[in-house]
């Protein structure tokens, strides 16, 4: 029967194991970033827009000029 005794380090097989692995892919935070800002912009330019807007007017204009 074999013996499961090994002279390997456990502790520098693990760090080896550690090194030789993929580093991970970090997401970039720069895209969402820049699409909430001009999402954010368009959103004040809208509301903006709708401020300085003049007013609807609900009168017909053959009633305001009093046509009989």
């Not at 800002?37 to 007017?57: C, E, G, Q, Y």
Request: hydrophobic share 55%; net charge positive.
């Amino acid at each position: 029967m074999a013996s499961l005794t090994s002279a390997l380090d456990p502790d520098a097989m693990a760090q080896a194991r550690a090194l030789l692995k993929r580093p991970e892919r970090r997401e970039r935070i720069w895209p969402a970033l820049g699409a909430a800002a001009l999402l954010a912009l368009s959103a004040l330019v809208f509301a903006t827009a709708m401020i300085m807007a003049p007013p609807l007017t609900s009168e017909h204009v053959a009633q305001a000029h009093k046509v009989d």
